[in-house]
């Protein structure tokens, strides 16, 4: 029972306070191409910026539904969709072996977190969320797009990530960071992010897969059409992996609303019981 309390927890904090709501809630969103009957048509073009390249700009959200398995054990659309990604549990749920090419140590670390329902999160816990976790979890990701900087505002506990597209290089002997220290570049029609500087004890996704100081991470963005952002997210982190890996995420416009303010940390008080509970 106390396994299922747990569980149970660990899942409404990731749902979080994100409904299909916002402050400006059906307030048409500028810009947006329309259909006839007035709904957006999110398979329009992608919009440029003046520089000609792609515009980034949007409030974003994870496409890859989570499903739910019926009686007959098929696979379906769940009751109530919370829109994260499937793998934000377990971010290898795709490659050819279902899991990331951990290293024995690491491979441990994430059996020992997993067993232990991920109380340890610190996503569970109120702290920040890192990449590559943003793109994955049940909130809404809002992306601001100049010629020389892509600013991510991300809903969940007001967190911001930046993105320096100025031609600067990587800074010497950084504080290590949550969200690292981003740069990047055009690849085309393809906006090229490698990421370094991270902290030593993050987790890239809710199983628990660790990530470390060593790690760099590219993200190439590409924007499909005017709903459709896809990401090829690669991480070389050969202190945890025993070899890069690649996986593939896509996000959805969610058009006609904006963010809410939702944080986490405005009394809670779980998870001082959940450390409690470990001794029961």
């Not at 009957?37 to 390249?53: E, F, I, Q």
């Not at 795709?94 to 991920?118: C, I, T, V």
């Not at 890069?244 to 969610?254: A, D, G, Q």
């Amino acid at each position: 029972m106390r396994r299922l309390i747990v569980l149970v927890y660990v899942f409404f904090m990731l749902i979080g306070a994100h409904a299909a709501t916002g402050q400006w809630l059906r307030y048409p969103t500028e810009g947006i191409p329309r259909k006839p009957d007035g709904k957006a048509d999110l398979t329009a073009p992608a919009p440029r910026l003046p520089d000609g390249h792609p515009d980034l700009s949007g409030v974003w959200h994870a496409a890859q539904a989570r499903r739910c398995t019926n009686a007959a054990g098929e696979t379906v659309p769940c009751g109530t969709e919370i829109g994260g990604s499937s793998l934000g549990g377990n971010l290898g749920r795709n490659l050819a072996d279902g899991a990331l090419p951990y290293q024995p140590w690491a491979a441990k670390l994430f059996q020992e977190r997993h067993a232990a329902l991920s109380i340890d999160d610190p996503h569970v816990r109120c702290l920040p969320d890192n990449p590559p976790r943003h793109w994955t979890l049940p909130h809404l990701t809002k992306a601001v797009h100049t010629p020389k900087l892509l600013v991510l505002l991300y809903e969940v506990n007001a967190m911001y990530r930046q993105i320096f597209i100025d031609g600067r290089p990587q800074p010497k002997d950084p504080a290590p960071a949550w969200n690292g220290y981003s740069i990047a570049h055009w690849e085309g029609d393809t906006l090229v992010v490698q990421t370094e500087g991270f902290r030593d004890d993050l987790w890239i996704d809710t199983w628990g897969s660790p990530m470390s100081d060593a790690a760099k991470m590219t993200e190439k963005l590409h924007r499909a059409n005017f709903g459709t952002l896809k990401i090829e997210l690669t991480i070389d982190d050969p202190k945890v992996y025993t070899k890069p890996f690649t996986v593939n995420l896509t996000e959805s416009l969610e058009a006609d609303t904006d963010l809410v303010d939702e944080f986490c940390l405005e009394g809670e008080k779980d998870y001082e019981r959940l450390q409690r509970s470990r001794s029961k």
